[in-house]
């Protein structure tokens, strides 16, 4: 099962990242929208944010320290709805000699792991500096995710001591199961 996750969410990636003529292009990283103060869950554990800038630092903070936050949406016919209780991961970014990113790298036993709250609030805490893919992993399933609308991964940085915060990522509809 492990195995199967990775290879599809390679193969996501790599079709994400040809374009309609299917020639190779890098992947787009999703540009961070302003925050606002959340009440996520990661891990079942309550967790808190101040809304303070899209991306922060604080004075003396250990390695393994950078923090993603945002909200998950649906966009239905009666408007922007959250999506509640998802599991939520990261996977790696791999890339080829010429450092185009053609994999992300997701291994549901280690990944960072956050669930959605009542509003679609996700926070992923003490994460270690490097580039990630933002992935929805439902039971039988993994999907990384992509700019609605658009072939580009949701793909961007952590940086430790910092906040990344992705803001409202709006969907016409998401593989969630029924």
Do not use: H
């Amino acid at each position: 099962m492990k195995r199967q996750a990775v290879i599809l969410v390679s193969v996501l990636l790599l079709l994400g990242c040809r374009g309609s003529d299917g020639e190779r292009r890098a992947a787009q990283s999703l540009p961070p929208a302003p925050p606002t103060g959340v009440n996520a869950t990661q891990g079942g554990q309550p967790d808190s944010l101040s809304a303070e800038s899209s991306t922060t630092s604080s004075p003396g903070t250990a390695a393994g320290s950078g923090t993603l936050t945002g909200v998950l949406l649906l966009r239905t016919e009666d408007g922007l709805q959250p999506v509640a209780d998802v599991k939520l991961a990261l996977g790696e970014t791999l890339s080829d000699d010429e450092g185009t990113e053609w994999v992300v790298a997701y291994d549901p036993s280690a990944a960072p792991v956050a669930y959605t709250d009542a509003s679609g609030r996700f926070v992923f805490e003490a994460l270690e500096s490097g580039r990630y893919g933002l992935i929805l992993d439902i039971v039988m399933s993994s999907f990384l995710l992509y700019q609605d609308g658009t072939s580009s991964a949701i793909l961007f940085d952590i940086a430790d001591g910092e906040t990344t915060d992705l803001g409202d990522l709006e969907y016409a509809e998401l593989p969630l199961p029924q």
